[in-house]
């Protein structure tokens, strides 16, 4: 800043603020916290030649990236934001499998219910969907080796329940 209150930065290194202080426009004085954290994980000096090696339109992108990686290395010292990732891919997975289930187990109460309706077409999404599911985990709903019989199976609890 230059002016009577130095930023941040310059506040936790315990030095004067100069008026070309490349932390200044990013760090502000009554936010110390993140430049702390950004600091602690990253180094002043760091940071100092990353800002300064960006173009000026590009700075504040970075530092937000800077403060949301530190952030997520002092959460989870090991993965950091990659475990952040990685958690958000395998939850995503499992909702899919999860609406996968649901799907195969509407399809199944809507054939015991109609069994002689045609199935309707389904979208591009839902096929890419239904393409791209392991279908070990869902449950077989009919017991194709006896046609005539009115029993379903679910292979995860191997048992049958009589209709």
């Not at 000026?56 to 993965?79: C, F, G, K, T």
């Not at 279908?135 to 046609?147: D, E």
């Given at each position: 800043?230059?002016?009577?209150?130095?930023?941040?930065?310059c506040k936790l290194l315990r030095r004067r603020c100069a008026k070309d202080c490349i932390?200044?426009?990013?760090?502000p004085s009554d936010d110390p916290h993140k430049f702390s954290i950004v600091h602690k994980?990253?180094?002043?000096?760091?940071?100092?030649?990353?800002?300064?090696?960006?173009?000026?339109?590009?700075?504040?992108?970075?530092?937000?990236?800077?403060?949301?990686?530190?952030?997520?290395?002092?959460?989870?010292?090991?993965?950091?934001?990659?475990?952040?990732?990685?958690?958000?891919?395998?939850?995503?997975?499992?909702?899919?499998?999860?609406?996968?289930?649901?799907?195969?187990?509407?399809?199944?109460?809507?054939?015991?219910?109609?069994?002689?309706?045609?199935?309707?077409?389904?979208?591009?999404?839902?096929?890419?969907?239904?393409?791209?599911?392991?279908?070990?985990?869902?449950?077989?709903?009919?017991n194709f080796a006896s046609s005539s019989s009115n029993v379903i199976q679910d292979p995860?609890?191997?048992?049958?329940?009589?209709?």
């Amino acid at each position: 800043m230059g002016g009577s209150s130095p930023c941040a930065s310059c506040k936790l290194l315990r030095r004067r603020c100069a008026k070309d202080c490349i932390f200044a426009p990013y760090f502000p004085s009554d936010d110390p916290h993140k430049f702390s954290i950004v600091h602690k994980v990253f180094g002043a000096s760091n940071v100092s030649k990353m800002l300064q090696e960006l173009p000026i339109h590009q700075r504040a992108d970075a530092v937000s990236s800077l403060v949301y990686e530190a952030n997520a290395r002092v959460r989870d010292p090991v993965y950091g934001c990659v475990g952040a990732i990685s958690y958000l891919q395998n939850q995503v997975s499992q909702l899919q499998m999860q609406l996968a289930v649901a799907q195969a187990e509407i399809l199944c109460i809507q054939m015991q219910q109609e069994p002689n309706l045609p199935i309707t077409q389904m979208d591009q999404d839902e096929q890419s969907l239904l393409l791209s599911t392991n279908f070990n985990n869902i449950p077989q709903c009919f017991n194709f080796a006896s046609s005539s019989s009115n029993v379903i199976q679910d292979p995860l609890k191997r048992e049958s329940l009589w209709i």
